[in-house]
C-alpha cells in the first residue's frame, strides 16, 4: 500500500518524526476505552509470546509499554493459547494498555470448531490489562499496516467508538 509506504519513508528520514493513528470500532472487536502513555512494543504474537521469560522479556523494560500484536495464519485455539500465555507471564498486568492489530487469515477446526471468536479471547484472556484494551490497530499483514516507530514513547485516547494513537 503506498500510503504505508510513504509514511514509512517519512519516519526515516525525518529526525523527529510524528504521526498520528486513528480507527473506530467495529461491532466485532473486543474494546475497552481509556488513555494511557508509555513506550510502544509488540509485534507478531506468535514470536511475542517466545520471548516470555528471555532476556528480551518486555516486563524488564523500566517503563511499562503500550503493548501491540497482530497475527496471521493461525488457528483460533492457538490464538487463544498465546493470548493467555502473556497474560499468565505478566504481560498484560504489566502493560498499560493492550492494542490488537489485525487478525488475518485466521482459521478454525472444521470437525471440532473452537467455539470463541478473536473478540471473546480477548474479552477473557486480556481481561485484566489496566488500561485500554482496543482491536483494530492498523498494523499487520495486510493493506493496513502502518508503520510504528517502537520503544519510542506513545499516547493511546479511546472513546466508546473511536482510539487515537501517537507519537509523544
Known amino acids: 500500500h503506498i500510503e504505508a509506504v510513504n509514511r514509512c519513508l517519512d519516519i526515516l528520514r525525518s529526525s523527529k518524526p510524528t504521526y498520528t493513528l486513528r480507527w473506530t470500532r467495529q461491532p466485532w472487536y473486543a474494546w475497552r476505552s481509556g488513555q494511557a502513555q508509555g513506550p510502544l512494543l509488540g509485534g507478531n504474537l506468535t514470536l511475542l509470546q517466545t520471548l516470555c521469560g528471555t532476556p528480551l522479556d518486555l516486563r524488564k523494560w523500566a517503563k511499562p509499554p503500550l503493548l501491540f500484536w497482530e497475527e496471521v495464519g493461525e488457528y483460533l485455539y492457538r490464538l487463544d493459547r498465546m493470548s493467555w500465555h502473556l497474560r499468565n507471564a505478566g504481560w498484560y498486568n504489566y502493560s498499560k494498555a493492550l492494542l490488537v492489530g489485525e487478525l488475518t487469515l ?19 484472556s486480556a481481561a485484566s490489562i489496566p488500561g485500554p484494551l482496543l482491536m483494530g490497530l492498523p498494523v499487520g499483514h495486510s493493506e493496513r499496516n502502518w508503520p510504528l516507530v517502537l520503544g519510542a514513547l506513545h499516547e493511546i485516547e479511546a472513546t466508546e467508538s473511536e482510539a487515537t494513537l501517537w507519537l509523544a
Open 106 to 124: 485466521l482459521r478454525d477446526e472444521e470437525d471440532t470448531p473452537f467455539g470463541k471468536s478473536p473478540s471473546e479471547i480477548l474479552s477473557e
